[in-house]
């Protein structure tokens, strides 16, 4: 009963090192997601990612952040050269088909910048 | 701009109780609404949604409410159970990925 993996769960790094977050969708799903939920926020959106395709990434910073999902392997979610207001808990969500409804979210990666 | 909030950021509630939990947006062009639970340290957990042609949707102890007219969503939990003890948060979208989430109404059920 594999829903969508994460990892790592927890990550901690220096200012001006890369993050990478890595997310394996549900098995059978091909659309992957990316939200941010700031501490006492809620979540927002990053981007939307099919397997060698962003869809849209209109919630992504336009510096230091990139995200793929190759034809094999998990989705990557990379944060260069960190600054702590990177500090948050990133999700991963996956759905069989894009924009139909019920998104599966994974456990979260929670950065930490020092 | 545009948002999703809610109306109160806690709900004590005792068990058994039913629960009412709000939500106001002002995106009119949103058309589906979803409900989710996320308890600590976890991910969101889809509980119901509804989309703008519809008024009330009901699903397993829960039912969602929709009012277009005042921008008001609201999620009733029925016999409130410890285990419904979570931070619930509504979310608004015009395609079903790209979703605006609120802050979040942490809910507390006392035994």
């Known amino acids: 009963n594999a829903g969508v993996m994460q990892n790592p769960r927890h990550l901690v790094r220096r200012r001006g090192q890369e993050a990478r977050l890595r997310c394996s969708p549900m098995?059978?799903?091909?659309?992957v997601y990316w939200y941010r939920q700031l501490p006492e926020e809620g979540l927002k959106f990053m981007v939307y990612?099919?397997?060698?395709?962003?869809?849209?990434e209109s919630g992504m910073p336009k510096e230091r952040f990139s995200a793929e999902f190759p034809k094999e392997g998990p989705s990557i979610l990379r944060i260069q050269q960190v600054v702590r207001g990177d500090s948050a808990a990133y999700f991963c969500?996956?759905?069989?088909?894009?924009?139909?409804?019920?998104?599966?979210f994974g456990e979260g990666s929670r950065l930490t910048v020092l | 701009g545009e948002s999703v909030g809610l109306h109160l950021p806690t709900l004590s509630v005792q068990e058994g109780d039913n629960s009412i939990i709000n939500c106001a947006y002002s995106n009119s062009a949103s058309d589906y609404f979803i409900w989710y639970k996320q308890e600590s340290g976890k991910g969101p957990q889809f509980i119901i949604d509804?989309?703008?042609?519809?008024d009330k949707r009901q699903g397993q102890r829960v039912t969602v409410l929709l009012n277009k007219t005042v921008k008001h969503l609201s999620l009733q939990i029925a016999a409130t159970q410890p285990g419904d003890s979570a931070v619930y948060f509504c979310a608004e979208g015009n395609n079903d990925y790209k979703l605006s989430f609120g802050a979040g109404t942490t809910v507390t059920v006392r035994a």
């Open positions: 098995k059978g799903h091909s659309h």
């Open positions: 990612l099919q397997k060698e395709n962003i869809i849209d």
């Open positions: 509804i989309r703008s042609n519809m």
């Open positions: 969500a996956s759905s069989p088909a894009g924009g139909t409804g019920e998104l599966f």
